[in-house]
């Protein structure tokens, strides 16, 4: 019996994942790599087309002859591609012919990254082609500006022959962002993008002069709102319509599959919040770029808040009304919302298993608390309304008030696991009484996080405090200075 190679006995399909799986973007965290698998899987790896399935074109001169590429686009043979383009220029309409436009329809994942928007704005308007087989699409414009997009493949499409499915597969790879000589050039517009069969879409810092407007985004969303699993938005929201008689509060599209919503924002969100009917979403954030962004370059743009006091109470109410099954909630650099309202949240989020409140007012912590100072009103008050009754994972930096933070943790004995505090609510815990005495006997695992500074973004870097209720021992004598 003739031995056939390990590479042949998975269907093509299996060993696409297999291999897309295994070559992660960071090697460091890639769970094997072909020098760690035995001889013959490496020999059937290095015979195989999968290995030479990815390829990357660089522009940067045009005297370039891409020989690399040419050469992987060769050895691939008939194997599904993952192409990476990184231009400082167009293509040449040879370098497009040859490198792209004949090889365009067994191209499953594609990602173009350009410094310029002049240079996205020519590519888009290049690489507007057919690409039936493109499931994943990531364009990257300047700092981190950055357009994602994941579809499921609907290859039942592809047999027939009307005018939708054409202007589907026509449009499947959609532009960067709206370049800021939009009126000059009405043939590049937000409102040509008519994605299908969406699983994500993110528009991460898309310009902040030029977002996309409120209908196109509608119109975008509509054609993909049946299969829509993900949604990322952060920078600028889109132009409201300047018709008077418009009501957004009126306009909302079910998602039944959207599971994750992020948005961060700088002015209104209320309407883009109400905007979404998700019953089955599991994770919402929603985070303040001006005070506390996502990107250090926020600051170099100078970005104001518009964000008026009343629209924050209208944002919990609706996180409240619409939301109240999700298990994650992330809340950075939220500003000072009426403890009322958040404390109504609160209530409402019984199913909320994971809590972040970074960089987030003081009314947060006072809303855990809910008014009382003795041990005695938190523990009846715990039996007959239990507080937040699944958390297991809090993430917060608001400092708690006086004779309330050991108390207020105390409501949720025996159901919290993990939580991560700043170093100032820490501190300010340790000096009430008993304060350390409570965190240690609650036998969860403590972790201290940096203090957030305003404006800035800083990356979490966590170093213990507390682990299983027991202090580290290298931390013991500076930590009980201060009992």
């Given at each position: 019996?003739?031995?056939?190679?390990?590479?042949?006995?998975?269907?093509?399909?299996?060993?696409?994942?297999?291999?897309?799986?295994?070559?992660?973007?960071?090697?460091?965290?890639?769970?094997?790599?072909?020098?760690?698998?035995?001889?013959?899987?490496?020999?059937?790896?290095?015979?195989?087309?999968?290995?030479?399935?990815?390829?990357?074109?660089?522009?940067?001169?045009?005297?370039?002859?891409?020989?690399?590429?040419?050469?992987?686009?060769?050895?691939?043979?008939?194997?599904?591609?993952?192409?990476?383009?990184?231009?400082?220029?167009?293509?040449?309409?040879?370098?497009?012919?040859?490198?792209?436009?004949?090889?365009?329809?067994?191209i499953r994942t594609l990602a173009v990254d350009t410094s310029a928007w002049v240079v996205a704005e020519m590519l888009w308007l290049q690489l507007n082609l057919r690409f039936p087989r493109l499931e994943f699409?990531?364009?990257?414009?300047?700092?981190?500006?950055?357009?994602?997009?994941?579809?499921?493949?609907?290859?039942?499409?592809?047999?027939?022959?009307?005018?939708?499915?054409?202007?589907?597969?026509?449009?499947?790879?959609?532009?960067?962002?709206?370049?800021?000589?939009?009126?000059?050039?009405?043939?590049?517009?937000?409102?040509?993008?008519?994605?299908?069969?969406?699983?994500?879409?993110?528009?991460?810092?898309?310009?902040?002069?030029?977002?996309?407007?409120?209908?196109?985004?509608?119109?975008?969303?509509?054609?993909?709102?049946?299969?829509?699993?993900?949604?990322?938005?952060?920078?600028?929201?889109?132009?409201?319509?300047?018709?008077?008689?418009?009501?957004?509060?009126?306009?909302?599209?079910?998602?039944?599959?959207?599971?994750?919503?992020?948005?961060?924002?700088?002015?209104?969100?209320?309407?883009?919040?109400?905007?979404?009917?998700?019953?089955?979403?599991?994770?919402?954030?929603?985070?303040?770029?001006?005070?506390?962004?996502?990107?250090?370059?926020?600051?170099?743009?100078?970005?104001?808040?518009?964000?008026?006091?009343?629209?924050?109470?209208?944002?919990?109410?609706?996180?409240?009304?619409?939301?109240?099954?999700?298990?994650?909630?992330?809340?950075?650099?939220?500003?000072?919302?009426?403890?009322?309202?958040?404390?109504s949240m609160f209530q409402a989020l019984t199913k909320l298993e994971s809590l972040v409140l970074y960089g987030c007012a003081d009314v947060f912590a006072r809303s855990f608390f809910s008014g009382h100072a003795?041990?005695?009103?938190?523990?009846?008050?715990?039996?007959?309304?239990?507080?937040?009754?699944?958390?297991?994972?809090?993430?917060?930096?608001?400092?708690?008030?006086?004779?309330?933070?050991?108390?207020?943790?105390?409501?949720?004995?025996?159901?919290?696991?993990?939580?991560?505090?700043?170093?100032?609510?820490?501190?300010?815990?340790?000096?009430?009484?008993?304060?350390?005495?409570?965190?240690?006997?609650?036998?969860?695992?403590?972790?201290?996080?940096?203090?957030?500074?305003?404006?800035?973004?800083?990356?979490?870097?966590?170093?213990?405090?507390?682990?299983?209720?027991?202090?580290?021992?290298?931390?013991?004598?500076?930590?009980?200075?201060?009992?």
């Amino acid at each position: 019996m003739p031995l056939v190679p390990a590479s042949r006995r998975l269907s093509d399909e299996i060993l696409w994942y297999l291999y897309t799986f295994v070559r992660s973007s960071d090697p460091d965290r890639g769970p094997v790599s072909v020098s760690q698998v035995s001889r013959s899987w490496r020999r059937a790896a290095f015979g195989s087309s999968f290995l030479w399935s990815k390829v990357t074109i660089r522009l940067y001169t045009f005297t370039q002859r891409h020989h690399p590429a040419r050469a992987r686009l060769a050895r691939s043979k008939l194997r599904d591609l993952d192409m990476t383009i990184i231009a400082l220029r167009k293509f040449t309409p040879d370098e497009l012919k040859t490198l792209v436009d004949v090889h365009r329809h067994r191209i499953r994942t594609l990602a173009v990254d350009t410094s310029a928007w002049v240079v996205a704005e020519m590519l888009w308007l290049q690489l507007n082609l057919r690409f039936p087989r493109l499931e994943f699409f990531e364009g990257k414009v300047s700092y981190d500006s950055k357009v994602t997009l994941q579809r499921i493949p609907n290859f039942l499409e592809l047999a027939e022959d009307d005018d939708d499915t054409q202007l589907a597969l026509q449009s499947s790879l959609v532009p960067f962002v709206e370049p800021p000589t939009i009126r000059l050039r009405p043939e590049v517009n937000w409102s040509s993008w008519s994605p299908r069969n969406l699983t994500t879409l993110k528009f991460l810092t898309t310009g902040f002069d030029t977002p996309p407007l409120y209908l196109d985004m509608l119109a975008m969303l509509a054609g993909t709102k049946d299969t829509l699993r993900h949604f990322e938005y952060d920078g600028p929201l889109p132009f409201l319509p300047d018709d008077p008689t418009f009501v957004y509060d009126d306009v909302q599209l079910t998602f039944p599959q959207l599971e994750t919503l992020m948005i961060g924002y700088a002015d209104d969100i209320v309407w883009l919040i109400l905007f979404f009917g998700a019953p089955a979403l599991k994770s919402l954030t929603i985070r303040d770029i001006t005070t506390c962004p996502a990107s250090p370059h926020y600051r170099e743009w100078d970005v104001i808040s518009r964000t008026l006091p009343n629209q924050i109470d209208s944002l919990f109410l609706a996180v409240s009304q619409f939301f109240p099954r999700v298990t994650h909630l992330g809340l950075y650099g939220i500003g000072n919302p009426s403890e009322a309202v958040v404390n109504s949240m609160f209530q409402a989020l019984t199913k909320l298993e994971s809590l972040v409140l970074y960089g987030c007012a003081d009314v947060f912590a006072r809303s855990f608390f809910s008014g009382h100072a003795v041990e005695a009103d938190v523990l009846a008050m715990q039996d007959a309304n239990p507080f937040l009754p699944k958390l297991k994972r809090l993430l917060t930096t608001a400092l708690p008030p006086k004779r309330a933070g050991p108390f207020v943790l105390q409501r949720v004995q025996g159901r919290l696991e993990n939580l991560l505090i700043s170093r100032a609510a820490f501190e300010g815990m340790k000096q009430e009484r008993d304060g350390l005495l409570i965190l240690e006997q609650m036998a969860v695992n403590v972790t201290s996080i940096p203090n957030p500074v305003p404006g800035v973004c800083v990356p979490i870097r966590e170093d213990g405090v507390l682990r299983n209720g027991r202090m580290h021992n290298l931390l013991k004598p500076r930590v009980l200075r201060f009992i």
